[in-house]
């Protein structure tokens, strides 16, 4: 499975501030672009060209595993101011120590939030499901993190990515 796409179609439905109030057909196999969505994002940095690859015909939580994403690594990370208004808050996160005492620390903020966990680097679904277990009470999804580390000009996780900026 392709998991540029994935990512995008993920983070497709968390960008749009629409995503609150309707639901919206973000795909329809026919190869729409959906560019449009991540203009928020790519007014912070360099853009990506749109893709134009196909979309699975299904998505599951184990279905993109494992998922790796070489830009990112467990580290620290300098807060940022951002402007991606609407946004629904993100965390990164990973199967690493690190990351599961973050998650630990933050996970009460992060249920306040409504956070949605994208799971950057994670190798089975053992590992997935031992990840959900610490972030009880919280959506975890294992996708790459590839696009919005090269968007934000990102190295580091775990990380709380808001509307308003960035922080660990």
């Known amino acids: 499975m392709n998991t540029r796409f994935l990512t995008r179609l993920l983070i497709l439905g968390l960008l749009s ?3 609150y109030a309707e639901l919206k057909v973000i795909a329809d196999l026919g190869g729409t672009s959906t560019a449009a969505y991540f ?3 790519n007014n912070q940095g360099s853009a990506l060209a749109p893709s134009s690859e196909p979309s699975p015909l299904s998505l599951s939580a184990a279905t993109g595993l494992p998922v790796s994403t070489p830009e990112l690594t467990p580290g620290n990370v300098e807060a940022r101011a951002l402007s991606l208004p609407g946004m629904r808050p993100l965390f990164l996160i990973g199967d690493d ?9 933050r996970r009460d ?3 306040q939030l409504n956070a949605m966990g994208l799971v950057v680097n994670v190798v089975s679904e053992a590992a997935l499901n031992d990840l959900k277990k610490h972030a009880d009470g919280l959506e975890l999804l294992p996708v790459s993190g590839s696009d919005l580390a090269k968007r934000l000009g990102l190295s580091h996780y775990p990380l709380l990515l808001t509307e308003k900026g960035l922080e660990q």
């Open 109 to 111: 903020a992060l249920v």
């Open 97 to 105: 120590d690190l990351s599961r005492r973050w998650l630990a620390m």
């Open 17 to 19: 501030a629409a995503a």
């Open 39 to 41: 203009e928020g994002i």
